[in-house]
């Protein structure tokens, strides 16, 4: 069965991502956009645009309703939910198929069972793969959950069944504080996925997270292409993934493979997921421990496509349509490294505070080894309606060090004026020892973050001077001319 007519049930630079992959198919791509996204770059490089009116996501892109009437309007065969907002909604992909068109991602089941996170780490158990120690309290009472909490041990991690993201999760360190974060979970997961149900793990303190990219086709064949480090987080959401892992030793990385194929195949799994888990130790010494299972694209897959060759939005296309994957395991490698940087319109030294306004001027970096997925351009309007993510850069290198270097080259060159942006802090992480020396974990980011936040004051007068120059009303640059003109010759009154 072929796609012809794809509805992409999203926006920003996913919707873009999809819009490219739909033409070099020769699929016809609709794109759907809130009010607030009326002019947005996914609407204008899509064949068709259907609005679905209302601003905020509640009223636009989580409304399954709307969604499939833009599909029948369209002609539409196929739905694409990129990441977010319904992507992992079970009811959105059965509402799909009972309309008679192609969900691409795994079947409203699957979705249903691996996206509860309590289901999943019982298939897990059930499929030989290790789990963190803890479990489901046989009463979601606030005092069942507590003695949960001290027969586990101290310090736990309270943590929702539902959604992710951060969100419904509670250290607690001591008996004491049980309560208290039980109750402040429950209230965060209610308001985040409307299901307030909890389950207990311990807390495995500077942990790493690794997750494994799993593809299953309709005909029973399961394939891993290696992991993604994403250790590099801020309050639990990630910032920078690279591959391969500077954690794990060969053995690990062909052991967390297997169980991460072992799962897919115990869960029936069919398209694009990954695999999520908790790494303590180094090399092959480590010891991994399953977390989640994340039913969709993920954010960082083009950093597996950059070390692996292979197209994941094609691959899930092609599954889609019924075919059976082309490679064999071991047809599959990793080559060189890779590195994705998650760029924000958010302001570090204000707490990461979400900008919003108008792009003054979009400049992305390019070369060898560069590439930049975004959903914005000059002009844009940045709202505060959606996540102020405006591109991803991911950076190839032979080597890792190579691709480290290669990374800060490109954040120098990046240029985004008229909304703050996190590029700054991005360049810092990367230059600070502790990441050149692969010894980061989860919380790192978080207890490092006086010295990572800080910009250079350098860096902050190149950006004066690049905003001078790009602000002119004639377009001239002094005796360089706009294109090519250096932010140190135009910059006047500083010294270093």
């Not at 591959?243 to 991460?260: H, L, N, T, W």
Request: glycine share 10%; proline share 4%.
């Amino acid at each position: 069965m072929s796609i012809t007519r794809l509805l992409i049930a999203n926006r920003g630079e996913i919707a873009c991502r999809i819009v490219r992959a739909c033409r070099d198919r020769g699929i016809e791509s609709v794109a759907v956009f809130s009010d607030a996204d009326r002019d947005a770059l996914h609407t204008r490089m899509a064949d068709q645009a259907v609005g679905l009116g209302g601003t905020t996501a509640a009223d636009s892109y989580l409304r399954i309703d709307r969604l499939l009437d833009a599909a029948r309007e369209s002609g539409a065969d196929a739905i694409h939910p990129g990441y977010g907002f319904l992507s992992e909604r079970s009811a959105f992909a059965a509402a799909v198929v009972d309309a008679g068109l192609t969900f691409v991602g795994p079947p409203a089941d699957v979705i249903g069972r691996m996206g509860s996170k309590t289901e999943a780490r019982a298939l897990a158990e059930t499929a030989g793969v290790p789990v963190v120690p803890g479990g489901v309290a046989p009463a979601q009472d606030d005092k069942t959950l507590a003695a949960l909490a001290a027969s586990v041990g101290f310090p736990a991690l309270i943590k929702a069944s539902a959604g992710g993201g951060g969100k419904g999760m509670r250290i607690v360190r001591h008996a004491g504080e049980a309560l208290d974060g039980i109750g402040a979970a429950r209230r965060e997961a209610r308001a985040a996925f409307g299901d307030g149900t909890l389950y207990v793990e311990r807390l495995i303190e500077e942990s790493r997270h690794v997750e494994i990219q799993v593809l299953a086709d309709t005909h029973g064949n399961a394939v891993h292409l290696f992991e993604r480090d994403c250790s590099v987080q801020r309050r639990h959401q990630k910032i920078i993934e690279e591959s391969p892992s500077p954690a794990i030793g060969p053995a690990v990385r062909e052991r967390m493979g297997q169980a991460a194929v072992a799962l897919a195949k115990a869960s029936q799994y069919v398209n694009a997921g990954t695999i999520e888990f908790l790494v303590e130790g180094e090399g092959d010494a480590a010891r991994f421990y399953f977390l989640e299972m994340n039913t969709r694209l993920q954010v960082e897959h083009p950093v597996t496509e950059a070390v692996t060759g292979v197209d994941l939005v094609q691959a899930q296309l092609d599954i889609a349509e019924g075919e059976a994957l082309p490679w064999t395991q071991n047809a599959i490698a990793q080559r060189g490294h890779a590195i994705e940087c998650r760029i924000y319109a958010e302001a570090p030294e204000q707490g990461f505070l979400p900008q919003a306004g108008r792009i003054l001027y979009w400049h992305p970096p390019s070369g060898p080894g560069v590439r930049v997925d975004s959903g914005v351009e000059t002009g844009t309007e940045v709202t505060v309606h959606y996540d102020p993510l405006l591109a991803k850069l991911i950076v190839t290198g032979a080597t890792r060090e190579a691709a480290i270097r290669r990374a800060l080259r490109a954040l120098e060159e990046f240029v985004v004026l008229g909304v703050r942006t996190n590029i700054t802090f991005l360049a810092n992480v990367l230059r600070s020892e502790t990441f050149a020396a692969g010894r980061v974990h989860t919380r790192w980011v978080d207890t490092a973050m006086e010295s990572l936040a800080a910009p250079p004051p350098a860096e902050l007068a190149a950006a004066a001077a690049q905003a001078a120059r790009a602000l002119r009303q004639d377009g001239s640059s002094g005796p360089h001319g706009a294109a090519g003109a250096d932010a140190w010759r135009d910059l006047t009154g500083w010294r270093l």
